[in-house]
């Protein structure tokens, strides 16, 4: 068990990448990091860090924030309840803890949107709590090192994982490891195909001894992605307005803004739509951009999107003027649509 800790960090610290977050133990910019970085890449993800570390410093900053402007700098990155939950937490902190973070675990799990894992993250990499934190990376490498056949889609799992990493972890550095095992799991012990001809357990690692490495971790298949078809009615009045609303309720893009959407059960067609397509102005043109039509995958489901233009007559009751379209927090795809449409 020994060896294999120090074997980890010896690596770890010849091999790890340089990363802002990693330079620091302020809990802020950890927790920050490791909310963005739930079900991201670092390479998508380093961008949005550095912009946000930028407009709020502190969480202090985060928490006095329009939640519009933090969806708007969120736009992109995907799982928005990730940033609605971030800028709740920030408020909890700033005004009801005095700007001050749980200084351990239990008590970090209290907080909005943070878990098992993120409270062990800032536990550790902060306080250095002898907590394990348990990912996708550490999931692999453990199982893959000691041969463990256990669902890790099971809930189970996760505790039999973390009481072994527990049991792995040296008393004197516990966030040194947790760091090492991620880092480890992310650039050598990958998903598939991994160079084990490089490897610094290849001599041990009982999953490339009997040749399981790509069967290993076992994780039983997701349920069917949900296929949806959406057309979004993209309005023109005579006065350069369009019309927008927000999402409200749960699901999808909770409070971010969007066209007007009509949603059916396979891909409509144009002439369909015309009798729910008024909001009072007579329309003087409709017109499907097939150009703009859109395959928009997530991770539950696939987004079939297309765009019906509306030229109608007169100002749009309630209409937005289409040169500050840019101020509001958008999906990503319809992000996209407004920049490539209005330029």
Request: hydrophobic letters at 40%; glycine letters at 4%; proline letters at 5%.
């Amino acid at each position: 068990m020994a060896d294999f800790s120090k074997i980890l960090t010896g690596w770890y610290l010849q091999h790890k990448r340089d990363l802002p977050w990693r330079n620091t133990t302020d809990p802020y910019l950890i927790w920050l990091s490791e909310i963005m970085l739930q079900q991201t890449r670092v390479a998508q993800g380093l961008p949005y860090y550095l912009t946000f570390v930028e407009h709020f410093p502190a969480v202090a900053d985060l928490a006095k924030a329009d939640e519009q402007k933090v969806l708007r700098l969120w736009q992109g990155l995907g799982y928005y309840s990730r940033a609605r939950n971030l800028h709740k937490t920030a408020r909890q902190i700033a005004f009801a803890a005095d700007g001050i973070f749980p200084d351990n675990y239990k008590d970090l799990l209290k907080l909005k949107g943070i878990g098992d894992y993120t409270a062990a993250a800032i536990a550790s990499f902060s306080y250095n709590e002898a907590v394990p934190v348990v990912d996708g990376n550490v999931f692999r490498v453990l199982s893959r090192y000691f041969d463990i056949e256990t669902d890790i889609a099971n809930p189970s799992a996760k505790k039999e994982f973390a009481a072994l990493a527990f049991e792995l972890m040296p008393n004197d550095n516990p966030a040194l490891f947790n760091q090492a095992i991620m880092e480890f799991g992310a650039l050598q012990c990958v998903p598939k195909n991994p160079d084990c001809s490089v490897c610094p357990f290849n001599d041990s690692c009982l999953a490339l001894k009997y040749n399981k490495v790509n069967v290993l971790p076992v994780k039983s298949k997701k349920a069917k992605v949900k296929s949806r078809f959406l057309t979004y009615l993209v309005y023109e009045d005579e006065v350069g307005q369009t019309k927008i609303v927000q999402r409200t309720g749960k699901g999808i893009w909770e409070n971010l803004y969007e066209f007007p959407v009509i949603e059916t059960d396979r891909e409509a067609v144009v002439s369909e739509i015309d009798a729910s397509a008024e909001y009072g102005n007579e329309i003087i043109s409709m017109t499907e951009l097939v150009s703009d039509s859109v395959r928009h995958k997530l991770s539950h489901q696939h987004l079939n999107i297309r765009f019906v233009k509306m030229k109608v007559k007169g100002e749009i009751f309630g209409g937005v003027p289409i040169l500050d379209l840019h101020t509001f927090p958008f999906p990503i795809v319809l992000h996209n649509f407004i920049q490539s449409h209005w330029k």
